[in-house]
């Protein structure tokens, strides 16, 4: 079954220093894997998608992130963070199937500091 | 702003009843989810529809079901409610269930004293 691990429940950064967030994800297939963002008493934003295609994706606001098959990985990465930035972040996974269903990681609370 | 819509933003109620929450998706997806966001559980999926019909299940209570109209606005029905149902329930719509990405509604919180 396909699962997401997000290495760090809170990650605390200062503005204009670089973010990294942290995925390993579990699949039996090749993967669709997605970060999406969640503001304060706001929706799901989706920040990025990777579907198979370029290894490095780039996403909206400046975020990036690079699928590494042989380490299972796919982490968020930004070179200098905003304080809006600051916000939930959730790495997921696209189940196998043709449902679309997403699995989605614990999530990932980035704090930036001024 | 995502094109999915929810009502009501909040809802609150008491234990042992029964609410509705509306999602209407982005025009021209076919594909509706339900998902429920928890302290405890975090974001799990509940239920999917496509074009009418339901196609995938997850963790949803027998007590929860869902429905999706031809004009494609979706109804989650919560009965028989339990302090534990309080969460926050997103909808999210998509052209169709292989499209990958999913575009998420404001969210309904409910409530449940």
């Known amino acids: 079954a396909q699962s997401v691990t997000q290495l760090d429940s809170h990650v605390s950064v200062s503005e204009g220093t670089p973010v990294l967030l942290r995925c390993n994800y579990s699949s039996s297939y090749s993967p669709s894997l997605f970060w999406y963002v969640q503001h304060p008493n706001k929706g799901l934003q989706l920040l990025l998608k990777y579907t198979s295609a370029a290894t490095l994706v780039k996403g909206i606001n400046g975020f990036e992130a690079e699928f590494k098959k042989s380490e299972t990985s796919f982490h968020l990465t930004k070179p200098s963070a905003h304080m809006s930035d600051a916000a939930e972040y959730f790495c997921?996974?696209?189940?196998?199937?043709?449902?679309?269903?997403?699995?989605f990681g614990q999530g990932t609370t980035l704090q930036v500091k001024p | 702003d995502s094109g999915v819509t929810q009502t009501p933003k909040h809802l609150i109620t008491a234990t042992g009843q029964r609410v509705t929450l509306r999602c209407s998706p982005r025009?021209?997806?076919?594909?509706v989810y339900w998902y429920q966001q928890s302290l405890d559980q975090g974001l799990q999926f509940l239920i999917q529809?496509?074009?009418?019909?339901?196609?995938a299940k997850g963790n949803i209570l027998e007590r929860f079901s869902a429905q999706q109209f031809p004009d494609l606005h979706s109804e989650l029905n919560l009965s028989s409610l339990e302090l534990g149902d309080s969460a926050l329930y997103f909808c999210?719509?998509?052209?169709?269930?292989?499209?990958?990405?999913?575009?998420f509604g404001p969210g309904t919180r409910l409530t449940v004293t």
């Open positions: 997921v996974v696209s189940d196998e199937g043709n449902t679309g269903k997403l699995i």
């Open positions: 025009s021209g997806d076919l594909s």
């Open positions: 529809y496509y074009n009418g019909e339901e196609r």
């Open positions: 999210a719509s998509s052209v169709s269930p292989a499209s990958g990405e999913q575009y």
